[in-house]
């Protein structure tokens, strides 16, 4: 008898571990609300936006010691969407939302705070005109820039277009204050590979995407609770042959 329960409990014991290394083996699948979940931004490398395909985007941080960080991202259909698959991540104002850009922050630069601070600008309201994120574009072939005044939210980004943020205060003209460019946009292009490009050309750093999020339909539970149960059913059959033979 101790020898036939100590076969049931081996057995047991034998298939759930079986199971459950199986399961964290699995491959992660999607689930039935993964599109609706949001997914965490992967940037591609620099090399793969070129003059006719890709859009580089990069947000100077300059205002806070930092580089001129670059992302590159395929096919995005709007700006703001370019900011996320290039790497960067954002926050809007709670007047305006997220189509407001008050922060924004890559893992490139400062373990990816993002600037504004609160301390600096709670985004509440909308930021003033002497403070805040403007916005840049300079299409294939043009070396200056012109200031988006669709925004983020509407802007088309094009094949080999150039993406530029830049902190502090600009008008749509495009006049000399602290938040319109300080280089050209070539200097952003592909072919400039940074950091330190030419003596007077930006810092460059790469965007560094964060790590790519699982779904949340992943059948390790699943294949864990088949296998739990089929442990115990092999206990259970174990023990009505032991009842059968005692007959």
């Keep these: 008898m101790n020898s036939e329960r100590l076969i049931v409990t081996a057995t047991r014991a034998l298939v759930a571990a079986a199971c459950v290394a199986a ?21 591609v490398p620099i090399g793969r936006c070129t003059a006719h395909r890709g859009t580089i985007v990069a947000v100077d941080f300059a205002r806070w010691g930092g580089p001129v960080v670059r992302g590159c991202a395929l096919n995005q259909p709007t700006g703001y969407q370019l900011l996320h698959a290039a790497g960067f991540t954002t926050a809007g104002d709670q007047h305006d939302g997220p189509a407001f850009i008050c922060r924004l922050g890559d893992s490139a630069f400062d373990h990816g705070t993002q600037y504004p601070t609160p301390a600096q600008d709670a985004c509440v309201l909308t930021s003033p005109a002497s403070a805040y994120w403007s916005y840049w574009v300079a299409p294939p072939g ?3 820039w012109d200031y988006s005044q669709l925004g983020a939210m509407s802007e088309v980004p094009k094949p080999g277009e150039v993406e530029l943020w830049v902190f502090g205060a600009a008008d749509i003209a495009g006049t000399r204050q602290s938040g319109v460019p300080r280089f ?3 200097e952003l292009r592909a072919t400039n590979h940074g950091p330190n490009v030419g003596s007077a050309g930006p810092e460059l750093a790469a965007a560094l995407p964060t790590a790519e ?3 949340s339909g992943s059948v390790a539970p699943l294949v864990i609770g088949i296998c739990l149960a089929l442990a115990l059913s092999a206990g259970a059959g174990l023990t009505a042959w032991r009842r059968r033979r005692d007959e």
């Design 23 to 43: 399961a964290l083996l699995a491959p992660v699948s999607p689930g039935s609300d993964a599109a609706a979940a949001p997914s965490t931004p992967r940037g």
């Design 213 to 215: 999020q699982t779904s």
């Design 184 to 186: 050209r946009p070539d």
């Design 142 to 144: 043009r070396n200056r």
